[in-house]
Structure formats: C-alpha cells, structure tokens
C-alpha cells in the first residue's frame, strides 16, 4: 500500500505539483508513495500540468487508516477532515508551524523559503535522485506561481536559484516570460461563476478562536475585477453566514502594480481596520505593496485578533 | 541579539550537546546565536563537557520578546513557559511532532532518528561547515546516550554512522567502550537525594486531558536501584500529588538486560496495565525489551488514554 502524498483542501499550484514531485522522489528511493488532491484543478494548475504533460493526482479526500505526505501545510483547516485517523510520516511546508501533531516520530522538512517546490528540490539534491524533465517543469511552475514570478516578499534567493536550475533540466529558455503567460491564465475570470473565484484560493484560519476566510486572486490587470466586483462583495458575505466565519477577507492581487485591493466582510471591521492600519470604504482599501496572504495579511490579522 | 538555542525542561544531554552543537553552527554560517539550558545538568552531561573541555551553557529560563531554536522537543510542557512570548526560529528534533505553533514561518529539521545530533550532522553537512573536535565530541557522546549505544530501538542506521564520523573527528578510538563508560556514570546513584534522581529525566505529557508524568533512570546494573526501590515508589507517589497529576511512571533501564522495570502510581492503574499488557504488582512490573521512553512507552500509554 503506497504512502499518499497530499497537499491542503482546495488546491493551488503549489500542493498539486508538490504531491507529484515528493511521490515521485519517494518512490525513486525505494518509498512506494502516490499523489493525491483533496479538491479540484484550478485553471492555473490545469494549464501547468497540460504544459508539461503529466496527469492530475487522482481525487482522494479520505485517509483513515492509510500513511500519509502533508505538503504545503501543516494545520489541520486545511487538512483531511479524518487526518486523525491517519499515520503522518512527514511534512513538507513553507508555512508558520500550524497544530498538526502526530503520535510517533516522523520527518519534516519545513523552511521559510517561498514555495514547497523549493523544498523538495533540496530534497532531491540531498538524496541525489535526478528530477525528470515534465516534474523538473511543474516544480519551477509551483515556485513561479508562489513568489508571483519573484516579486512577492515571501521569495528567498533559494526560490529564484531553484527556479534556475529547474528551468533548465526542463528546458525552459525564460521561466519569467513561461511565469508571465500563467498568470495570464490565472487573471482569465470571464465566464467564471464568482463562487468558483471566490474559492479559488481560500484558506479557513483559526485566529483567537474567530473562524476567518481569506481568498486571494491574482491578476495581471486589477481592472478585469471593475465588473464584478459588487457580486464578489455579495458572494464574501454569504460565504461568512454560510460557514458562521467571524470574517471574510478576498484579496485581489495586481502582481504588476504589486499591490492588493482588498474586499472584507467582518462582525467586527475595526480589527481588520487596526490591523492594516487603513480606513475601509464600502468594505473595500488598497494595500499598497500587499502581494502575500502568508506574510502580510495572515500576521498583521492575527495580532490583531489576539 | 543571538538568537538562544534551547532544548528542554530537566536538559538531557541531548538537549545541552544539541544546544551547543546547533549555536556553533548558526555563528559560523553568520547567524548570531547562543546555547541556553533550562535546568542543572544531570552527572552524565557534566561528564561529557568536562571530558571535551567544554562549558555548560548559561543558565535561561525566560525567552519573551528573545528570538530561539527549539532542540530535541516541539511541545510546549516541555519549553519555557513564556516561548508564546518568543520568536521560534527554528525546530530541530526527532521525537513526534508536538503542539508548538508558530505565527511566522520558519526552519523544521525533523527526522524519525534516535538523537537531535545526528540531525545536527546532517545540518553541518548541508552546510559544509567543519565540526570543532570538542563538538564532535559531544554530539557523539548525545548519540551513545539517546540510543543507549545503539541498542534502543529509536537507533538507525543514521545514528550509527553519525557517531562514526563524530568519533574520528573527535579522536576516540573505540566510541562504544567510550559509551559504556558514560552510562556507569550515569548509573552511578549513591549519595544522590532520591528525588533528584527522579527528576534526572523526567517529562510531564498531556495523555488525552490528563497530566503524567514519566522519569527514566538507566543503568549498567538494576541491582543499584534495590536498596532505594520503596524510596523511589514513595516519592513517585508524592511527585503525582504535588503536579496534580493522574500518573506517574519512573522506569529503571537495564542497558545491559534490555529491559525497564517499571514503577507506577496511577488514578486508574489498569489504564496502565492495559498499555503494557501486563499485570502491575505492588505497583511494580518487569517490561522486557523495553528501552526508549520515546518509541516503547508513550505511544501505548498515549494508546490507553486516548
Ligand atoms: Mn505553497
Ligand atoms: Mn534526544
């Protein structure tokens, strides 16, 4: 029985390509492990996968009584929901250092580096396993996806070395110019129903017992938000009745103006006020600068409500 | 301001040689740090230090607003009682994955090994930094101790070849001869006061909402413990009611019989009987083969708690 290798609940580049490149370096040093997703392929991962020729992870949210690979997360909000009943045998992450505790020893590879991808191919170079051109593509994909092309201020020169080496063993001449075109596809929202965008990249946190939603959308041109912006308001406040948040906040991400406006619903607006230090406008502020939920909105919110 | 480098509550050697061992590594990769201890050394530390010259690390026992690497432990009983007020930096260690959370990324270095310094091996190597002959030195020594000479179960082939290396940079010949050595040290308990002995290497737990406590004590030769067993038993029982906990268990390991004798004080003795399937008699029972509080005792209690 293989060990499954899983990033978190609703899946963005990173935990997809993850799962693929810790399964298949597992696997070549004699670990029999598989890849597994808890949701469905964003565009964005769906256009990386299809550019490099590899299959999705098959769709697995159940791990009772099965070993487990927790990449790109290590709290238990974003983790199978029977996790507990799983046998964690590693991590992983690039996060903060969530409440996932295990009963037995296990291994976990957590820097503060801008991409899990970044992990794993220190991981490879450590067990000297040579990196297959399709996963060598998908992990430089994960790693531009994650540092927004190397502009967020989550992004270590180990990403940017990474990105490097990993363009070449894929052949990729300009990994900037491959990183460029992918955000385009991820800016693509016409015709998405704005559920769907809204969840795109959500994350549930757990902060001084308040449940709070953050999503985060990154576009190439904020403007392609102007018609719809109004009915994403709308969806953020049904989606916080929904799932009795204390808050909902949707970042939208200009990566080019490198800034986000951010949109927010809350039983109590002042904290998220304080903790951005701005005055919101119809639920609305541009944060100027603002290009990583990890790094500058997560903190700031949890301070704020400690 | 270094950053401190700390182990755990009542200091192991692992947790003292951990300390030293990773601070060194951190300066000489230009990262300011410092070694901390959060107790008195137990006589088998004192003798390691003193065999390779070295100086025990300062006495710390508050870390607020202090940035810190956590060594040989990742839950908070075990950390100083203000770590919530410290920046955690970094977690180096090899037991189960505790319920330390951080706010902020950071370094975990994890590894189902018998020891943090074959870990910390591992770290000099990545970073190709020379380990000092006296830090050899130690961090064999932390090995021998932690996987007593290779026998515990939580011994891998890692431990082993990391005490090779460490021996002949250290320049100790025959590194097991020099283990057996340290552990008649370690054995050595007359004229110490009986609670001091308890106390040498003791971890509290949280077993599903209930406090218990578990010292260990090994030995060459189990026969020293026979004049001061009705002591230790007694003062087992007062430690349960001064913690307030619901049991306290004190193993006596035989290094060279393989085996612990255990004794317990209990709220519900057959939670304890059930772990161990064994039957307790006068609080007493022999567990054959059982030498690592770590990977043979707490996860069957954890087990019978749940
Ligand atoms: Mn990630
Ligand atoms: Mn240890």
């Known amino acids: 029985m293989p060990a499954y290798v899983l990033g978190h609940k609703i899946p963005d580049s990173d935990s997809i390509c993850s799962a693929i490149a810790l399964a298949h370096l597992k696997n070549s040093i004699g670990e029999s492990a598989a890849p597994a997703r808890l949701g469905e392929l964003n565009p964005e991962t769906a256009f990386i996968l299809d550019t490099f020729?590899?299959?999705?992870p098959a769709l697995k949210t159940s791990f009772a009584g099965e070993s487990v690979y927790i990449v790109d997360h290590s709290d238990r909000a974003q983790s199978p929901d029977d996790l507990s009943e799983a046998t964690i045998l590693g991590i992983v992450d690039h996060h903060k250092l969530g409440d996932i505790t295990t009963s037995a020893p296990l291994e976990c590879w957590i820097r503060p580096v801008g991409?899990?991808?970044?992990?794993?191919?220190?991981?490879?170079?450590?067990?000297?396993?040579?990196?297959?051109k399709a996963i060598a593509g998908i992990m430089m994909s994960a790693i531009l996806s994650d540092t927004v092309i190397f502009k967020s201020p989550t992004c270590t020169p180990l990403d940017i070395a990474?990105?490097?080496?990993?363009?070449?063993?894929?052949?990729?001449?300009?990994?900037?110019?491959?990183?460029?075109?992918?955000?385009?596809?991820?800016?693509?929202v016409q015709g998405t129903p704005v559920r769907e965008l809204v969840m795109r990249d959500f994350k549930d946190f757990d902060m001084g017992?308040?449940?709070?939603?953050?999503?985060?959308?990154?576009?190439?041109?904020?403007?392609?938000?102007?018609?719809?912006?109004a009915d994403l308001q709308a969806d953020i406040a049904r989606l916080k009745a929904e799932g009795e948040r204390h808050s909902v906040c949707l970042l939208l991400t200009d990566i080019m103006q490198e800034g986000s406006e951010l949109l927010v619903v809350s039983d109590d607006?002042?904290?998220?006020?304080?903790?951005?230090?701005?005055?919101?406008?119809?639920?609305?502020?541009?944060?100027d600068g603002v290009l990583s939920r990890k790094k500058q909105v997560v903190p700031p919110l949890e301070k704020a409500f400690a």
């Open 162 to 188: 990474a990105v490097e080496a990993l363009a070449t063993i894929a052949g990729v001449e300009d990994a900037k110019a491959f990183g460029v075109e992918m955000f385009k596809v991820k800016s693509n």
């Open 209 to 229: 017992g308040k449940r709070v939603g953050i999503g985060q959308l990154e576009t190439v041109d904020l403007s392609v938000f102007d018609p719809i912006k």
């Open 269 to 287: 607006l002042s904290l998220v006020e304080n903790a951005f230090e701005t005055a919101l406008v119809e639920g609305r502020a541009w944060l």
């Open 53 to 56: 020729g590899l299959e999705a």
């Open 115 to 132: 991409c899990s991808n970044t992990i794993i191919k220190e991981m490879y170079d450590y067990y000297g396993i040579e990196i297959p």
